[in-house]
């Protein structure tokens, strides 16, 4: 069902036999994966690009590894504005392709996110465009946050705790916010990561925002090197649990969750997914850390277009050799 608010739909709600299985209680996935641009991105980013043409912009920049830019690139042909999109050099190639795809133009700069960043902002005041941030902007949190309305319209009670990935802390934002909003304040929040893209656990070790020196994952997406200042806000708010998994353990359950549930996503979804294939939801319950019984447990299955068969092929070279 489409939103009449924005260009996300409202995504399915299945549950998972096989995580359900493996944890002893019943597993629900949040498929935003079936959203029109592969990822969750397209809410907040959707609400954004139609509040700024609101206001009378004339074409949106973003920088972005490929989620982000999608979403942008999408609601900018949507609403018939030009957009550019600045993506760091280690970005797939297959991401290009569908930046194009949907009228963008793509310019490759930098080695990481934070390169490719500081050209779009350059790019914004030059070209009198309005900058889109992938992650640390109010509007996208707005956004982000229809996901929990919608578990909220969904379920019969609120959920034992909430799964999902973090990169750069947007989604997490919004979902808290939701949380919030319905008065799901007390449901915690699992905030997954890869190892070299944990930006967000550095800082609460540290108790401070924490700049990664590089990205060393391979979950791209969750390639910023520090996370935004609202997220690590909440940390000391929100009833937020931070697990970091290895790039092996994420890139395990993209295959698990491909053959379980027939759904291809990539490494930076694999990072929540991890959460129930390596085994730490029951170890975080046996350190009494999260509840048992857990009731319902939600998984954020964000998704991603940055990941075909030959991307996934390459990960196991790389992670297996």
């Known amino acids: 069902m489409s939103n009449?608010?924005?260009?996300?739909?409202?995504?399915?709600?299945?549950e998972s036999i096989g995580m359900s299985k493996r944890t002893g209680t019943t597993v629900l996935l949040k498929m935003e994966s079936s959203q029109p641009s592969g990822s969750?991105?397209?809410?907040?980013?959707?609400?954004?690009?139609?509040?700024?043409?609101?206001?009378?912009?004339k074409g949106v920049?973003?920088?972005?590894?490929?989620?982000?830019?999608?979403?942008?690139?999408?609601?900018?042909?949507?609403?018939?504005?030009?957009?550019?999109?600045?993506?760091?050099?280690?970005?797939?190639?297959?991401?290009?392709?569908?930046l194009k795809d949907q009228g963008a133009t793509v310019k490759v700069v930098g080695k990481v996110w934070d390169d490719a960043n500081a050209e779009a902002l350059r790019l914004a005041e030059s070209e009198n465009l309005t900058f889109v941030p992938p992650f640390d902007h109010p509007l996208l949190w707005q956004g982000h946050a229809s996901i929990v309305r919608e578990l909220k319209a969904s379920l019969p009670e609120k959920p034992g705790a909430i799964v999902l990935s973090v990169g750069g802390g947007g989604l997490l934002c919004g979902v808290v916010e939701g949380l919030r909003e319905v008065g799901w304040e007390n449901v915690p929040v699992l905030c997954m990561?890869?190892?070299?893209?944990?930006?967000?656990?550095?800082?609460?070790?540290?108790?401070?925002?924490?700049?990664?020196?590089?990205?060393t994952s391979e979950a791209k997406c969750l390639g910023a090197k520090t996370v935004c200042r609202q997220a690590f806000g909440y940390s000391k708010?929100?009833?937020?649990?931070?697990?970091?998994?290895?790039?092996?353990?994420?890139?395990e359950a993209v295959e698990l969750f491909l053959d379980e549930e027939r759904v291809l996503?990539?490494?930076?979804?694999?990072?929540?997914?991890?959460?129930?294939y390596s085994g730490l939801i029951q170890r975080l319950q046996e350190e009494g850390r999260?509840?048992?019984?857990?009731?319902?447990?939600v998984m954020?299955?964000?998704?991603?277009?940055?990941?075909?068969?030959?991307?996934?092929?390459?990960?196991?070279?790389?992670?297996?050799?």
């Open 4 to 14: 009449p608010e924005g260009f996300h739909i409202n995504t399915p709600l299945l």
């Open 40 to 57: 969750f991105k397209i809410r907040g980013i959707g609400h954004l690009c139609q509040k700024v043409v609101q206001s009378g912009s």
């Open 61 to 98: 920049v973003c920088a972005s590894g490929g989620n982000a830019g999608m979403a942008t690139a999408y609601a900018a042909r949507k609403l018939g504005i030009p957009a550019i999109i600045v993506i760091p050099t280690s970005s797939p190639g297959l991401v290009v392709q569908k």
């Open 193 to 215: 990561e890869t190892v070299g893209a944990d930006c967000f656990n550095a800082a609460i070790k540290a108790g401070k925002l924490v700049t990664l020196p590089d990205i």
């Open 237 to 251: 708010e929100a009833r937020l649990l931070s697990e970091v998994v290895t790039d092996l353990e994420a890139l």
């Open 265 to 276: 996503v990539e490494m930076a979804c694999g990072a929540a997914l991890a959460a129930v």
């Open 290 to 297: 999260l509840p048992r019984p857990l009731g319902l447990l």
């Open 300 to 321: 954020i299955v964000c998704g991603g277009s940055s990941v075909d068969m030959a991307q996934l092929t390459h990960l196991r070279t790389v992670l297996r050799r």
